[in-house]
């Protein structure tokens, strides 16, 4: 049977610890009876966002059990289509056929956009607000509701192509929050919004230059030589030239990461990329 779990909640609590940037007035409000448990281990949040167009979700994975008395450590797996539209695959299948939570001990988040997520808050749209949206209402609400301690700095984050993007984006611009973040064929050194639905997120080219990975990168590097925070993994066709040119610049730089060239794969979420880069996010030798 499906259980179904009502939170009397009407908002989350205002995070305090998220940025520097000045946090925004609202925060998203938790729908009544938003909770859905498929299974022990599986929940749904609902929730409305006023950096979001529409109502979104956030589908969570819980371990069985943990003896350990720290908060949970968090991965985020980033969807790469709007809403739950499944066009490369289903996120939530493959983590459930991994079955990461219990693997790695982890509380697993997949959470929903109203757009193309591309990870970026638009320069004049208030309802596209990706990035904020993520840090200010999805974040807060793993934190309530999973105890969970982003502001400890352990959260990791995963994706492809758009949310590959993402992950490395949202970690060289919040290192502070996101400890870890792998990258699966993915456009890492795009320069212009000029492609793959870009251009409608990011609004303009100097909004865009915002959240240039190789830009970023270099501006980081002093950070990001102390500990292996990157991981890039694998291709399917179009991106192995963005892959390879992102590791030489990185060995350029110095900073350390893991880097697999292949195995050549589907551009598709059940491919089995995503096995292998969360273990090498989780993994000893990282």
Known sequence: MQMIRVHDVSRLPRPNTRRASKLPAHVAVLLLAATVAPS?????????????????????????????????????????????????????????????ANRYNLVV?????????????????????????????????????????????????????????????????????????????APLMQRRPDQYGMGPIFGNQANFNRYLVSDLVKRQAKLLRGHKRLVLTGYFQSFRAHHVAMHRLLTELEVPHTYRDGPKRDHHWESGWLEEAVGLLVSHQF
């Open 40 to 100: 022990a281990a599986e929940e749904v949040h609902s929730l409305r966002s006023p950096r979001q167009a529409g109502e979104t979700t956030v589908r969570v994975f819980l371990p069985d059990s943990s003896d350990s008395p720290a908060p949970p450590r968090l991965l985020l797996v980033l969807p790469v289509e709007a809403g739950t539209e499944n066009r490369w695959g289903d996120p939530a299948a493959e983590v459930r056929r991994i079955d990461l």
């Open 109 to 185: 988040a997949i959470p929903t956009f109203s757009e193309l997520p591309w990870y970026a808050d638009h320069p004049t749209d208030k309802r596209l607000r990706q990035e904020s949206y993520l840090l200010d209402d999805v974040l807060p609400l793993m934190d309530r509701h999973h105890g969970t301690q982003s502001s400890a700095g352990t959260t990791m984050v995963v994706g492809f192509s758009k949310s590959g993007w993402g992950a490395w984006s949202l970690l060289l611009r919040h290192p502070s929050i996101f400890a870890r973040a792998a990258a699966w064929d």
